[in-house]
């Protein structure tokens, strides 16, 4: 008995490759709802120490950026800005300043929903918009990342080719259901031909920069690593200690893999898990 609560993480258990939690589940507790939050601020660090939360940003359209070598992705991501106020500026044809937090939110929702194989359907019942005003904007986003588009188009076409798809790494997810005849089927799969590369690899970088922190976290004794929540590994550090490893922990984020864009990494600190947000 530690007076600690543990739980289990499942290293094969999603097709993306994403490390799983169960017993309890504690990748599932929201972050942006009330509930969520109270939830995370009792998660608290021991007397001495601070959690410190480090959190890849926007990875996930980082590996798009890569995957499909879309300039305007590419140079958003070299510059620092804000990938979705720079979609919402394209996508609606306006200056960078003059995008309004709505058209941000939609850029926002397209991005990720993208991401994740979202259709016209499901970006309308997201947005809560008519389907043929969310079909007009997934158009106009790739009329002006025609790059991304080549992209996902490509990977559909090899695999089919091949039966499979691969992540940037090269772990390999079978896809049978890319040459059923069943057009729901077929339809499903092409929606992970494209997203599974994307997520996939975003899971791989996670658990190489996971590797890295396990052997060089020998100059924290006193720090442990808790939790990892998708794209966020979560640890319990020296007060002390907070803001040197703050400083390691984002170096070594940021250095566990090259892509054609910059890795950034987040670090934020607090008495609780809620409070390191």
Request: charged letters at 25%.
């Amino acid at each position: 008995r530690t007076g600690r609560l543990h739980k289990s993480f499942n290293q094969a258990a999603t097709a993306t490759g994403r490390l799983s939690s169960s017993d309890p589940n504690l990748q599932n507790i929201p972050v942006r709802t009330e509930l969520g939050r109270c939830i995370r601020n009792a998660f608290v660090a021991e007397p001495g120490y601070r959690i410190v939360s480090a959190d890849y940003s926007q990875i996930e359209l980082r590996v798009l950026a890569h995957f499909s070598e879309d300039p305007a992705f590419l140079d958003a991501f070299a510059s620092g800005q804000d990938i979705h106020r720079r979609t919402a500026a394209e996508i609606f044809g306006v200056a960078l300043d003059a995008v309004t937090p709505d058209q941000r939110r939609i850029a926002k929702a397209i991005n990720f929903g993208l991401v994740f194989g979202q259709t016209d359907f499901g970006l309308a019942q997201a947005l809560r918009i008519p389907r043929a005003e969310a079909h007009a904007y997934i158009e106009s986003y790739f009329a002006r990342y025609a790059r991304v588009r080549e992209y996902m188009d490509s990977a559909i076409a090899e695999a089919r080719r091949t039966g499979s798809v691969s992540t940037l790494l090269g772990r390999t997810r079978p896809l049978p259901q890319i040459r059923s005849s069943r057009p729901q089927e077929r339809s499903y799969a092409e929606r992970i031909a494209r997203n599974t590369p994307i997520q996939g690899t975003a899971a791989d970088i996670l658990k190489l920069a996971m590797i890295r922190v396990d052997r060089e976290m020998v100059r924290f004794p006193d720090a442990r690593l808790l939790l990892t929540v998708h794209d966020e590994l979560v640890f319990e550090v020296k007060e002390a200690d907070v803001a040197a490893f703050s400083v390691w922990v984002r170096d070594v984020m940021e250095s566990a893999f090259t892509l054609r864009v910059p890795l950034v990494v987040d670090v934020h600190a607090g008495p609780s898990w809620g409070a390191a947000h």
